[in-house]
């Protein structure tokens, strides 16, 4: 168990339709980093918060948002979902925002978009 | 932008033998870390080994080994005694200073009884 979790773990919708994923980071840890792992793309980087404060953005498609609340839990915003959206989501947190710091990975939620 | 190609989708190993993976790596920067990552049939991902740039030293821990050799951009992982426990999908992973990580393909690995 890393200390991360994340809810829910299974999703399924319909295209067009808008998910929220939601993350609990480690306690003490101040960013969260959120990750795509699809069968087309394999695993990618979406975004990175830092103590509530977006710090990195990486493929993150227009209809996705996210934030990082003052308690620090953090929310994926999926919206106009199509069907490639299907796919592995992932939160990540480390201690700090710099490099070099062991990111902990929650164990995914799942949306199937159909 | 940086690069991780694993160029090996599927490998098998027997039980009780030693496996190699194989990672390539293409970056600019002079100091970064790499990782390998273990993701399981149950899809959690578990970090395996960790290995900071500047340390010329090989990374190990326990059954798991790695080889980097930073001129040539490479980051191997050698798994020892190879358990049944080990059949995963294995992912080489870079990070850059911001802190992102930069995944390869991923390499399955069965281990046979």
């Known amino acids: 168990d890393s200390g991360v979790t994340q809810t829910p773990k299974h999703l399924i919708t319909a295209t067009g339709q808008r998910v929220t994923l939601r993350c609990s980071p480690r306690s003490g840890d101040l960013s969260v980093y959120w990750y795509q792992q699809s069968l087309d793309q394999g695993l990618q980087f979406l975004i990175q918060?830092?103590?509530?404060?977006?710090?990195a953005k990486g493929n993150i498609l227009e209809r996705f948002s996210a934030q990082q609340f003052p308690d620090l839990h953090s929310e994926l915003n999926l919206s106009s979902l199509e069907l490639g959206d299907s796919a592995l989501y992932f939160c990540?947190?480390?201690?700090?925002?710099?490099?070099?710091?062991?990111?902990?990975f929650g164990p995914g939620t799942r949306l199937t978009v159909l | 932008a940086q690069t991780v190609t694993q160029s090996q989708p599927e490998m098998s190993v027997q039980e009780a033998e030693t496996v190699t993976l194989s990672c390539t790596y293409d970056t600019s920067e002079s100091n970064y870390y790499l990782f390998w990552y273990k993701q399981p049939p149950s899809r959690q991902m578990i970090l395996v080994i960790r290995q900071e740039a500047y340390k010329q030293q090989n990374a190990t821990e326990n059954r798991f080994s790695v080889n980097f050799q930073k001129a040539a951009k490479s980051f191997s992982l050698k798994i020892s005694d190879s358990q049944l426990g080990d059949t995963a999908m294995y992912f080489c992973?870079?990070?850059?200073?911001?802190?992102?990580?930069?995944f390869g393909q991923g390499t399955e690995l069965s281990v046979k009884p």
């Open positions: 992973a870079f990070m850059n200073p911001g802190g992102k990580l930069i």
């Open positions: 990540a947190s480390s201690a700090r925002s710099s490099s070099y710091n062991e990111q902990f």
């Open positions: 918060y830092y103590n509530g404060e977006e710090r």
